[in-house]
């Protein structure tokens, strides 16, 4: 689990008008909007889905983290070239919660997305 404070995470600012930076860095979950307690599901994270992030050894995504709430569920270390970064975590949640990815740029810091997901 990384150490961070919550100021250093970028976020975007207005989600109806994103910049180019906050395009290519903010990381995009693919998960179900309603999942049954206890119960496996896949959520797929995703940089650079909204426009294209450079994968060069000068500058890639490092890593992407997956959080329920302040929970840390799993994290995924990237290389550049070889890897895209796309990273799916099989997950389990008794509870609703706020699903967050956190994803680091080696050149533009941490970036984070989030998706509600409720537990029935
Ligand atoms: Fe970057």
Redesign the pocket.
């Known amino acids: 689990m990384t150490e961070f404070s919550l100021k250093s995470i970028n976020r975007p600012g207005d989600p109806e008008n994103l910049s180019d930076l906050e395009k290519?860095?903010l990381p995009v979950l693919y998960a179900p909007e309603v999942v049954k307690a206890n119960e496996a599901f896949s959520v797929t994270v995703k940089v650079g889905e909204l426009l294209k992030?450079?994968n060069e050894y000068g500058?890639f995504i490092q890593w992407i983290e997956l959080y329920a709430g302040e929970a840390f569920i799993g994290r995924a270390d990237l290389s550049p070239v070889k890897s895209e970064p796309e990273v799916t975590f099989k997950v389990s949640l008794d509870g609703s919660t706020t699903l967050r990815a956190i994803e680091s740029?080696n050149?533009?810091g941490m970036w984070e997305n989030t998706s509600e997901i409720r537990v029935e």
Do not use: S
Request: aromatic content about 0%.
């Open positions: 290519k860095h992030h450079p500058h740029c050149l533009h």
